[in-house]
């Protein structure tokens, strides 16, 4: 149980486009999200925390133009990279909390590899 | 404030080799830890966690055992695969929904 899923694994657009990356999770609802972003050879950074039915919670200095995201249903949490410019290529990486309380554990989707180009 | 600290790499070592991978923490309570698993080209996978003072997880020959005193989490093997080839992270959450990841160990197994 307990599996993300990532839509698409990669993904290469031309700079001024936007992107959508969506996560699900499979077996279980979500009611938080996670999306990270990981640049090559380092450790995942939080981007923000989406919440099903509100707004998302972005880390500090994490543009919220930027980077839209959206929590519409308690299975799909969506991010929008708005007018992608070469240096936001990197590794997206999603995770969904489960289940809820104190012990629980956030499982990762297998990651949105962006190009812009 | 709640942080991780993971041995650099990168880890080189021959099949059927012992793996310690050292992983300290600081945390303000009670935290759960955690050690995850990236393939290349892959997102990260739970490999094992423990929720409290001396709980061991374990998974696929893989254990760790979490020492409050030693505020240490370190991951161990006694016999490594080439399939083990992968980046390690060591990660701590005390709500659930905030979690600190260490900087990543990446490990090369050679036959």
């Known amino acids: 149980g307990a599996v993300v899923s990532q839509h698409p694994s990669r993904v290469i657009c031309k700079s001024g486009t936007s992107v959508k990356i969506e996560c699900r999770s499979l077996?279980?609802?979500?009611?938080?999200m996670f999306w990270y972003r990981q640049f090559p050879k380092q450790s995942l950074m939080l981007m923000a925390t989406?919440?099903?039915?509100?707004?998302?919670?972005?880390e500090q200095g994490v543009e919220k133009d930027k980077f839209l995201i959206n929590h519409a249903s308690l299975t799909l949490s969506t991010l929008t990279v708005t007018s992608a410019h070469p240096e936001d290529s990197s590794f997206y990486i999603c995770?969904?909390?489960?289940?809820?309380?104190?012990?629980?554990?956030?499982?990762f989707g297998p990651g949105t590899r962006l190009t812009v180009l | 404030g709640d942080s991780v600290t993971q041995m650099e790499g990168p880890v080189t070592l021959s099949e059927e080799a012992f793996l310690t991978i050292n992983c300290t923490y600081t945390a303000t309570g009670y935290p759960s830890l955690f050690w995850y698993v990236q393939y290349p080209g892959e997102g990260l996978q739970l490999l094992l966690k423990a929720t409290k003072a001396d709980d061991k997880g374990s998974n696929k020959g893989f254990e760790a055992t979490y020492r409050k005193e030693t505020t240490s989490f370190h991951l161990e093997k006694g016999s490594v695969q080439v399939s083990d080839s992968a980046v390690y992270f060591c990660a701590l959450s005390e709500t659930g929904n905030q979690f600190y990841f260490g900087t990543g160990t990446s490990l090369t197994v050679i036959p």
């Open positions: 995770s969904a909390r489960y289940p809820a309380g104190r012990t629980d554990t956030q499982y």
């Open positions: 077996d279980f609802q979500a009611t938080t």
């Open positions: 989406s919440n099903e039915g509100s707004k998302a919670t972005y």
